[in-house]
Structures are given as C-alpha cells and as structure tokens.
C-alpha cells in the first residue's frame, strides 16, 4: 500500500524489459510491483518505465487507458524514473519518433529517438556521474535515445565524451538514455529510491 514504511514501486509492464527492474528493486529491498491499469497507480509511490519500444509502449499505454492517468500521475508528484524509451515517454518533445507518436511528458526536454544508430550500433562505455560518485557508472546503451535540449529546471546528470545529454532530473522525474537494471550497478535505482524515502510515511 502507498504510504508504507517499505517503498512500493510501481513497473509499467506494457512492454519492455520490465522484469529487470523488478528484480532489481526488489533486490534492495523495495516492494517492485508491476503496473498495467490505472487503478493500480494510487497504489505506488514511485514509478519506473523501463526501455523497449517507445512507440509500442506509447500505442499500448493508450489502448489500455492508462496514458492520460500516468500523465496526470506525473504532472501530480508521482516519483517517476525512465530508462531508454522510458526517457522518451518522459519527454514533453521527441524527435525522429514514428507518425502520430505521443509521449507522457514530465521532464522539458528534447528527445532524439536511436540517437546512436540501430541495435548493432549499441555500445557501452563509462560515465562519471558526480551525483552517484565513484567509481564511474559503466552504462550500457541500446538504441539509445539522448537528450537534444533541456530546460532551464532541468538538472543535467550525465553526458557522453563527445558532451551529448544522457541523464537528466527535473523534480520528482528522473530520465536514463542507458539501463543501468542490465549492469549490475544499482547505485541509479538507489539514488531514485532515495528521493522517494522522504515521501513515505512509517
């Protein structure tokens, strides 16, 4: 139940590698749960959208009702973190995405879809993040999207050598190009587990 002293984090399970972030949420001790119905959000005190196919996910979340819920989820606090084409249905502007794609918004970005090519340009390579510390974050990228633009309330977390954006936080939303859930690394789920620590109630 929302308000619980362990933190209830909700998955949106449309489509994705949603499992991944269960598991690893789970692992440090959240209650992950997935999320496919609207009703289910008044339940959650934090959200992950996790990567897969931005359009998929986009066609699904509106063909199940719950698009225009998570819209008004986000825009009302609900702590909210995208990996990959979680980032993308974060963004309230895309670029290169498919006819007709929407997005949910929440973060006052530009976001450029397979900003690195397809999925044999994927890649991986280390990132200093300063808000997570040391060591670097090895950060695995799939048809990854990146960052175009970024609003003045938008706090740039990451950024690639060649300086393209790849993590961002603007207030409850936290958005990842990459997925640190297939890595091992968990310290980006810790850090969006932390900012809801101060939500939930004993």
């Not at 289910?40 to 959208?49: H, N, T």
């Not at 510390?133 to 977390?157: K, N, Q, S, Y």
């Not at 961002?168 to 936290?174: E, F, K, S």
């Amino acid at each position: 139940m929302a308000g619980s002293a362990t933190p209830r984090i909700g998955v949106l399970a449309l489509q994705g590698d949603f499992r991944e972030h269960l598991a690893v949420l789970n692992g440090l001790g959240a209650t992950a749960v997935p999320v496919r119905r609207a009703s289910e959000l008044s339940e959650i005190d934090g959200l992950v959208i996790p990567g897969g196919e931005s359009s998929v996910m986009d066609k699904l979340s509106r063909a199940f009702d719950v698009a225009e819920p998570l819209h008004d989820a986000i825009r009302g606090g609900l702590p909210t973190y995208g990996t990959c084409a979680g980032l993308i249905m974060l963004a309230d502007r895309i670029v290169d995405g498919i006819s007709g794609q929407q997005t949910l918004g929440g973060l006052d970005i530009t976001v450029r879809r397979n900003a690195f090519g397809t999925q044999t340009d994927s890649f991986e390579t280390d990132l200093d993040i300063p808000v997570l510390g040391d060591p670097p974050v090895h950060a695995v990228f799939i048809r990854a999207p990146v960052v175009d633009a970024a609003g003045e309330g938008v706090d740039v977390l990451a950024r690639v050598p060649d300086g393209r954006i790849v993590a961002v936080q603007q207030g409850n939303v936290l958005g990842t190009s990459f997925h640190p859930e297939v890595t091992g690394d968990t310290r980006f789920h810790r850090y969006f587990l932390d900012t809801i620590a101060g939500r939930v109630r004993a």
